[in-house]
């Protein structure tokens, strides 16, 4: 078994059970690319069993931290029954959520998400792309599921050195490999596709925020709704199921706007309650002031701005852009539903960016909402960097 050794003081945050280790962090030792290795404290101290990453920044991420465990077919397939287990005792409203979630699942690098009878998987990290099989064959034993999807695209493959790598993982030799599913979601049916749609297919994480919005528009008779950076039109469909009567979503992305519309129609409601604008978020609401136009309710919800908390600062400058635009969009009373998704911003940064946005607009409004990833994407103890999707409801006063 290769050995990594860490630098004095710089395993106390392995010993928090914090599965990450920066490259600056290790004194010596390596290993192949995904290897697991013994890694030590300078004084020979066992801290945990980690698989090496000989690109990345994060050198080793921590299967580990008991001594006496192996790191081998069975170590995965335990880890996944316990993921699995715990989706088991959640309320899902839906026949779709995550499955794993990376570290909060203590498979860092691993995140799976099933859709209805198809899971789909992607691999991030050297050490779960050198398990891959072994974890593929675990997902199908644990879920007696057959159909298993690859979209190991995301940047951190980059990061990695790996190369991106999808398609059927799985499938019995009778599955007609269709990837364009139908899923239910609240009373709602949505779809996607699993080699298409960004992520896996779908923002699962957003759940039970679509459905709090949904029961908001219905509390506070919102009527017209600007739901920004839509996607595939999840709040837009929420919107009108509260009862709005006029939506608009906005994104850049033609497919996802073609699908909010396929959306609209798939729930039963009449397509005049909805508009697609294919557009810069930015540039549509600095159109929608030049325009006098006000809404209700106005829906944030962008991608990543700060990839890492290095990004932080020029993030926050556009978070309080986007925000102080949609505050002065909004009608008085009106409902705005503002979120990240960046790690690098933690949630009292995102309360003070929102809360300069609204000086900056000269408005000020009630929080009556706080909102982060449904409980399938959880977070734990030991990994606060975990906690990337935060938001807040807040009423103009
Ligand atoms: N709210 C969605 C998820 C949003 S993901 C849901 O509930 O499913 C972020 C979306 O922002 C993506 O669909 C992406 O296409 C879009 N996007 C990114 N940058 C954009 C921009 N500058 N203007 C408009 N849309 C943008």
């Given at each position: 078994m290769k050995k990594v050794v860490i630098r004095a003081g710089k395993e106390r945050s392995l010993l928090k059970r914090h599965p990450w280790v920066f490259e600056?962090?290790?004194a010596r030792g390596g290993g192949d690319s995904g290897e697991t290795v013994r890694v030590e404290a300078a004084d020979g101290r066992f801290l945990c069993w980690a698989a090496f990453s000989?690109?990345?920044?994060?050198?080793l991420r921590a299967?580990?931290?008991?001594?006496?465990e192996r790191i081998d077919a069975a170590f995965f397939g335990r880890r996944i029954e316990q993921a699995v287990a715990m989706r088991a005792r959640l309320p899902i409203a839906?026949?779709?959520?995550?499955?794993v979630h990376g570290e909060a699942d203590g498979l860092p690098g691993l995140v799976v998400d099933r859709y209805g009878d198809t899971l789909v998987a992607q691999f991030a990290s050297a050490g779960a792309e050198r398990w891959k099989h072994a974890i593929a064959d675990a997902l199908l034993a644990v879920t007696g599921l057959t159909r298993l999807y690859e979209?190991?695209?995301?940047?951190a493959r980059e990061w990695e050195g790996l190369p991106v790598q999808t398609g059927w993982l799985r499938r019995s030799?009778?599955?007609?490999?269709?990837?364009a599913l139908t899923i239910r979601e609240h009373d709602w049916r949505l779809t996607l596709d699993v080699a298409e749609g960004h992520k896996t297919g779908y923002?699962?994480?957003q759940r039970d925020s679509r459905r709090r919005f949904a029961d908001a528009v219905k509390q506070y008779g919102v009527k017209t709704v600007l739901n920004c950076?839509?996607?595939?039109?999840g709040f837009s469909v929420a919107a009108l199921a509260g009862g709005a009567q006029q939506v608009v979503s906005v994104d850049s992305s033609g497919p996802a706007l073609a699908r909010a519309t396929a959306h609209v129609a798939l729930n039963g409601f009449?397509?005049?309650r909805h508009e697609t604008w294919d557009a810069d978020v930015n540039a549509t609401l600095r159109r929608c002031l030049a325009e006098s136009r006000r809404f209700d309710a106005i829906v944030l919800d962008p991608?990543?701005?700060?990839?890492?908390?290095?990004h932080a600062e020029r993030a926050a400058r556009a978070y309080k852009d986007i925000n102080r635009l949609a505050f002065m969009l909004l009608n008085n009373g009106g409902l705005l539903y503002t979120f990240s998704c960046s790690g690098g911003i933690a949630p009292d940064l995102f309360h003070k960016i929102v809360a300069g946005a609204g000086l900056d607009a000269g408005v000020d409004g009630y929080i009556v909402e706080r909102l982060c990833a449904a409980a399938d994407h959880p977070q734990t103890v030991c990994f606060p960097?975990?906690?990337y999707l935060k938001g807040l409801g807040i009423l103009k006063r």
């Open positions: 600056s962090s290790i000989p690109q990345s920044q994060i050198r299967w580990s931290f008991d001594e006496a839906s026949d779709a959520w995550r499955l979209r190991s695209d995301a940047q030799a009778d599955d007609d490999g269709a990837t923002y699962l994480d950076f839509s996607y595939t039109g009449d397509a005049s991608p990543k701005f700060a990839p890492t908390a290095a960097e975990g906690d």
